[in-house]
């Protein structure tokens, strides 16, 4: 991809120093960009790199001091990266549908252009929405619903009815919807409590690798909308976020 650093601009809502014509082919640090590629500031104890970078034009505030080269100035220079980060390595994969070495169970209502890879493995009474892309190793327990733009990196459980809303990414080896640590003293040990609740995950949420939430005893463990949550993090029974 190549855009002219004047088509990067209008795309971020900031304006351009310099030759608005130069070709942007890439992204890189201070230190490592070169010929092509834009670089970024967003920490002013940075500031005297920008007069060595090699890259084509630099990403900077309002105000700052493009040291003579090309610039784009942004009210949020860090933000605005970001934005780029997402455009330039987005690869627009056509959806491949339901593919061999997929399982199916009767009963599965799935949503247009998805993708599922070899190895998933669904159960019956699964909602898939649409766009719906799930990697190899991703199991889906009975009854659980997916909405639309849902992304399910390798080795990803949902456990029984659990729902997850739009645009929701779930990274490698997350368990949703086990059962939460409940148990009652019986006098010569302990009793299992049931877990019989859910997890439901809403709109907007992304889930790091390697985590788990753990589902309600009896009504629901909820991830509100937006959240974000790293690797490694377990989320308890009953918990509201």
């Known amino acids: ?29 201070l230190d490592d960009a070169g010929e092509g590629e834009l670089t970024f500031l967003a920490n002013p104890r940075y500031a005297g790199k920008v007069a060595t970078t090699r890259a084509s034009a630099v990403l900077l505030a309002e105000g700052g001091d493009p040291h003579g080269k090309n610039a784009i100035f942004h009210a949020n220079p860090y933000l605005a990266f970001a934005k780029l980060l997402t455009l330039f390595s987005a690869v627009p994969a056509a959806p491949l549908g339901v593919m061999p ?58 456990r029984e009815r659990c729902r997850i809303g739009n645009r929701v990414t779930i990274h490698n080896g997350t368990v949703i919807g086990s059962d939460g640590f409940g148990y009652a003293p019986d006098g010569t040990g302990w009793y299992k409590i049931p877990q019989i609740g859910i997890v439901v995950i809403e709109d907007d949420v992304e889930i790091g690798a390697n985590s788990v939430v753990d ?27």
């Open 1 to 29: 991809m190549k855009k002219s650093l004047k088509e990067i601009a209008h795309y971020l809502g900031g304006s351009v120093s310099g030759d608005g014509e130069t070709l942007i082919s890439g992204l890189a640090t």
């Open 101 to 158: 070495g997929a399982l199916l169970a009767d009963g599965v209502r799935i949503g247009a252009d998805v993708t599922v890879h070899p190895g998933a493995s669904i159960a019956s009474g699964v909602v898939l929405g649409d766009r719906v892309t799930l990697h190899p190793g991703v199991v889906l327990y009975p009854g659980v619903t997916l909405g639309d733009d849902v992304t399910l990196h390798a080795n990803v459980s949902v």
């Open 215 to 241: 589902r309600a005893a009896l009504e629901v463990t909820r991830i509100g909308r937006g959240t974000k949550i790293d690797n490694l993090v377990q989320i308890a029974h009953n918990a509201l976020i």
